[in-house]
């Protein structure tokens, strides 16, 4: 089992900054990688950012590059997400899941463990 907490959400004013965290407990060595998916009211849950802890290779949606960045902590077993330039169109409940292989692709299905979410709030 693993488990995972996101924190760092909150209400911010279009073009600020957040720092998601999602800390990681449990059988985390099972885990390939991570992923911050995010899911805005009345929509699907999409994929945000991923990286594999092996090489380090992330990756991102279009909508969150150059703008997101994603990174770790291997002491900590914790996963950032820092989030520039946000846009109201940001606004989601964001969460963070473990990825048990590697691939391409991320996708919902394609994740294993999930966190309970954290709310960003992006204000025009």
């Known amino acids: 089992q693993v488990q995972l907490v996101e924190s760092g959400g909150g209400l911010v004013q279009a073009g600020g900054s957040l720092r998601l965290s999602c800390a990681a407990s449990g059988r985390t060595f099972s885990s390939y990688g991570m992923g911050w998916f995010r899911q805005a009211p009345g929509k699907e849950r999409e994929f945000v950012a991923g990286m594999y802890w092996s090489g380090g290779s992330t990756f991102y949606a279009d909508s969150a590059k150059g703008r997101f960045i994603i990174s770790r902590d291997n002491i900590k077993n914790t996963v950032y997400l820092q989030m520039n330039s946000l846009k109201p169109e940001d606004t989601a409940v964001y969460y963070c899941?473990?990825?048990?292989?590697?691939?391409?692709?991320?996708?919902?299905?394609?994740?294993?463990?999930w966190g309970k979410g954290t709310l960003v709030t992006v204000s025009s």
């Open positions: 899941a473990t990825r048990p292989n590697y691939g391409s692709r991320w996708y919902e299905g394609g994740m294993d463990y």
